[in-house]
């Protein structure tokens, strides 16, 4: 890397950070440890804050607030928990500038991206202040004679929820707002590289929840991660990451037989038909293969094209893709794709780029790191991608999109399922009968057709096979975050 450098003002004050301590009974508290790690600018290296390395002797203090706070959280009435989600929600709304700017500051985003993901995390407040109040189940029933049946829906208790880096703040929310919703309370370790939005959502909304229903512990995957995957009193664990690390949780959670929530990676493929509208390919995957700078686990990554229309389709991609403004998000609200999240993750997208080329895939755009300071690669396009490969296989989790062909709807069907992700995927085309029939045959929690990352909080996010399995958003995570208690009564005489 070399160093251009642009210089301009950062994006949030210090004095507009939250505390950087693990927040635990409704206050900011020191860790019990003294361990700390670095938590850094990607657009520059710099570091901005010392965050604690929580340990199990935190996790435990953190753990013994939610379950006590759980007795009286876990009996309140939906519509108190409503109440509750709502004023979150104005707050979030309220504080929506400074939110966005803070996770622009620590993860790298595009302000753009950052203020998406601030609008996100109001609406899954809303969201789920209204499926509080619904969450009901049938009506009881006698199905046996003189005994009458009811079924009633119980949160779980306390919940360990670990959120990855790339969305800091919306993927807390997708946990936090349907946890409490469902009347559970909750312990919430960040990302170590990305801690700052939590905290400082749990600062802003300190005063609307009762102490210990949100706690957060601050650390390391292998410690407070571990820590919360094997403690007796969790009675989940809920996990959005990739897919090593969500093996390492469902392992220790197996000890205590807890139950297991994964979100984990995704690969997805964007199945092309030579029907399809060329143009509004290109312009879809601009966007839905490089949001967040390709760093999100539904990105429209492996283009799968009928061979009849791929040098077509690679002209028209490479000149929608190489009109992406890159910089760092201070620079302004043009700004479309930042840099990598850290040092680390930049160099291993620059090991899957090395790899491919040396495999036989060609960049037709980009291909490498940018030449400028900070953690950016340049926005890439590699076509001669052979099916099997590391690059068609693997998740790259950067700004990077690659070209595979196929000759028959069977084949392409086959190849779109052959990686062992499961999360998202897209088909493009105008006949109307295989709009229906394609999307049906292929083994991924999502399916679009004729668009690509359109997600709404009303329905449900999750994957298939090695994405994992639960659903994060609509009626089916307050589902996955409760459980169903039969109670019988005998009444006969
Ligand atoms: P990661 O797996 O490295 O980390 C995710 C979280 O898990 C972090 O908080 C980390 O500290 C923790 N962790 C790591 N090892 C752990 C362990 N042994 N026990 C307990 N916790 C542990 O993932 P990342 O690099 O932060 O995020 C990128 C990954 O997340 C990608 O694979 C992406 O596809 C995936 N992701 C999935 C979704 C989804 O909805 N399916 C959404 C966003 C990101």
Same mark, same amino acid.
């Given at each position: 890397?070399?160093?251009?450098?642009?210089?301009?003002?950062?994006?949030?004050?210090?004095?507009?950070?939250?505390?950087?301590?693990?927040?635990?009974?409704?206050?900011?508290?020191?860790?019990?440890?003294?361990?700390?790690?670095?938590?850094?600018?990607?657009?520059?290296?710099?570091?901005?804050?010392?965050?604690?390395?929580?340990?199990?002797?935190?996790?435990?203090?953190?753990?013994?607030?939610?379950?006590?706070?759980?007795?009286?959280?876990?009996?309140?009435?939906?519509?108190?928990?409503?109440?509750?989600?709502?004023?979150?929600?104005?707050?979030?709304?309220?504080?929506?500038?400074?939110?966005?700017?803070?996770?622009?500051?620590?993860?790298?985003?595009?302000? $753009?991206?950052?203020?998406?993901?601030?609008?996100?995390?109001?609406?899954?407040?809303?969201?789920?202040?209204?499926?509080?109040?619904?969450?009901?189940?049938?009506?009881?029933?006698?199905?046996?004679?003189?005994?009458?049946?009811?079924?009633?829906?119980?949160?779980?208790?306390?919940?360990?929820?670990?959120?990855?880096?790339?969305?800091?703040?919306?993927?807390?929310?997708?946990?936090?707002?349907?946890?409490?919703?469902?009347?559970?309370?909750?312990?919430?370790?960040?990302?170590?590289? =990305?801690?700052?939005?939590?905290?400082?959502?749990?600062?802003?909304?300190?005063?609307?929840?009762?102490?210990?229903?949100?706690?957060?512990?601050?650390?390391?995957?292998?410690?407070?991660?571990?820590?919360?995957?094997?403690?007796?009193?969790?009675?989940?664990?809920?996990?959005?990451?990739?897919?090593?690390?969500?093996?390492?949780?469902?392992?220790?959670?197996?000890?205590?037989?807890?139950?297991?929530?994964?979100?984990?990676?995704?690969?997805?493929?964007?199945?092309?038909?030579?029907?399809?509208?060329?143009?509004?390919?290109?312009?879809?995957?601009?966007?839905?293969?490089?949001?967040?700078?390709?760093?999100?686990?539904?990105?429209?990554?492996?283009?799968?094209?009928?061979?009849?229309?791929?040098?077509?389709?690679?002209?028209?991609?490479?000149?929608?893709?190489?009109?992406?403004?890159?910089?760092?998000?201070?620079?302004?609200?043009?700004?479309?794709?930042?840099?990598?999240?850290?040092?680390?993750?930049?160099?291993?997208?620059?090991?899957?780029?090395?790899?491919?080329?040396?495999?036989?895939?060609?960049?037709?755009?980009?291909?490498?790191?940018?030449?400028?300071?900070?953690?950016?690669?340049?926005?890439?396009?590699?076509?001669?991608?052979?099916?099997?490969? $590391?690059?068609?296989?693997?998740?790259?989790?950067?700004?990077?999109? =690659?070209? $595979?062909?196929?000759?028959?709807?069977?084949?392409?069907?086959?190849?779109?399922?052959?990686?062992?992700?499961?999360?998202?995927?897209?088909?493009?085309?105008?006949?109307?009968?295989?709009?229906?029939?394609?999307?049906?045959?292929?083994?991924?929690?999502?399916?679009?057709?004729?668009?690509?990352?359109?997600?709404?909080?009303?329905?449900?996010?999750?994957?298939?096979?090695?994405?994992?399995?639960?659903?994060?958003?609509?009626?089916?995570?307050?589902?996955?975050?409760?459980?169903?208690?039969?109670?019988?009564?005998?009444?006969?005489?």
């Amino acid at each position: 890397m070399s160093s251009t450098r642009v210089d301009v003002a950062p994006l949030v004050a210090e004095q507009e950070f939250p505390p950087v301590k693990h927040f635990i009974n409704g206050e900011f508290v020191e860790s019990v440890g003294e361990s700390f790690s670095e938590v850094v600018n990607p657009a520059n290296g710099e570091v901005i804050a010392r965050v604690p390395r929580g340990s199990v002797a935190d996790v435990d203090v953190a753990v013994d607030a939610a379950h006590e706070a759980f007795a009286t959280w876990g009996a309140v009435t939906p519509k108190e928990r409503s109440e509750a989600m709502l004023a979150i929600a104005q707050i979030v709304e309220e504080n929506a500038d400074l939110l966005a700017r803070l996770e622009a500051h620590n993860a790298g985003k595009p302000l $753009e991206v950052a203020r998406d993901d601030v609008d996100g995390t109001v609406d899954i407040f809303r969201f789920s202040a209204g499926a509080a109040r619904s969450f009901t189940e049938a009506g009881a029933g006698d199905f046996v004679e003189d005994h009458t049946s009811f079924i009633v829906r119980e949160p779980l208790g306390v919940i360990g929820a670990i959120v990855p880096w790339n969305y800091p703040l919306l993927m807390g929310a997708w946990k936090i707002a349907p946890i409490l919703a469902a009347g559970n309370t909750l312990v919430l370790k960040p990302a170590e590289q =990305t801690p700052l939005s939590v905290l400082k959502l749990a600062e802003l909304i300190a005063g609307v929840l009762p102490r210990g229903v949100f706690n957060v512990v601050t650390g390391l995957g292998r410690e407070v991660g571990e820590a919360l995957s094997h403690h007796e009193k969790i009675a989940m664990v809920a996990m959005t990451g990739s897919v090593g690390s969500g093996r390492a949780v469902a392992s220790a959670a197996s000890d205590s037989l807890k139950r297991v929530h994964l979100e984990l990676g995704g690969k997805a493929p964007v199945v092309v038909f030579k029907d399809a509208d060329l143009d509004a390919v290109a312009e879809g995957i601009r966007e839905a293969g490089f949001w967040n700078s390709g760093q999100e686990c539904g990105a429209g990554t492996r283009i799968l094209v009928d061979k009849e229309v791929e040098t077509e389709l690679v002209e028209k991609l490479v000149a929608q893709i190489e009109t992406l403004r890159v910089g760092d998000p201070s620079e302004g609200d043009h700004i479309e794709q930042g840099p990598l999240v850290s040092k680390q993750h930049f160099e291993r997208v620059q090991g899957f780029l090395e790899r491919a080329q040396q495999e036989g895939a060609v960049a037709v755009l980009g291909g490498k790191a940018a030449d400028r300071e900070g953690f950016f690669i340049e926005p890439t396009v590699l076509t001669n991608v052979l099916p099997g490969t $590391e690059a068609a296989q693997e998740e790259i989790f950067g700004p990077v999109i =690659t070209v $595979e062909t196929f000759e028959s709807e069977d084949e392409a069907i086959r190849r779109a399922n052959e990686t062992p992700y499961g999360l998202s995927a897209s088909v493009w085309t105008t006949d109307a009968a295989r709009s229906i029939d394609v999307p049906r045959k292929i083994d991924a929690g999502t399916v679009w057709v004729n668009s690509h990352l359109v997600l709404a909080n009303e329905v449900p996010w999750g994957g298939f096979k090695g994405s994992g399995y639960g659903r994060d958003l609509s009626i089916y995570a307050l589902q996955d975050y409760s459980r169903t208690k039969h109670i019988q009564i005998n009444h006969g005489r």
